[in-house]
């Protein structure tokens, strides 16, 4: 049976320094704060980049958008770069107005928000030799 009193865990998995966290339905003050507390975690242990996959996201509230906000502000201390993927049109709507966009990537999903990541982040490679 799902816990419907809001404290169910969120969604996060780790692909390579990338970490992926999973938005709820509803992005409000319960929702933000889990979101909030996730990406500091991922930030405080080096991932050098967070996703925030706004899938199951039907609706943001105002708070949710401040907590997003305070995200940002977190993600850009620790020179950490952030990306919203699989944002509906509505949200993209309200996050472009609100000019989180200007500080954010805005993704259609997360298989482009990982090929971005990687873009930017060369892998090394060998320098061949000439002979």
């Known amino acids: 049976m799902a816990d419907t009193t ?5 969604q996060a998995r780790c692909v ?10 509803y992005l409000n003050k319960l929702s933000g704060e889990r ?11 080096g991932r050098h980049a967070v996703v925030i996959n706004f899938r199951d996201t039907e609706l943001v509230n105002s708070i949710g958008v401040s907590i997003l906000i305070g995200v940002i502000d977190a993600a850009e201390q620790s020179k950490a770069r952030i990306i919203f993927s699989d944002v509906n049109t509505h949200t ?3 996050f472009e107005m ?13 298989e482009e928000a990982l090929a971005a990541i990687n873009r930017e982040v060369p892998e090394p490679r060998a320098i061949a030799s000439g002979s």
């Open 16 to 25: 390579g320094d990338t970490a992926i966290i999973y938005a709820s339905d």
């Open 92 to 94: 993209a709507n309200l």
């Open 35 to 45: 979101i909030e507390r996730e990406c500091k975690r991922q930030l405080e242990s």
């Open 6 to 10: 809001g404290a169910t865990p969120i």
């Open 98 to 110: 609100l000019g989180l966009t200007r500080h954010v990537t805005v993704v259609k999903d997360e």
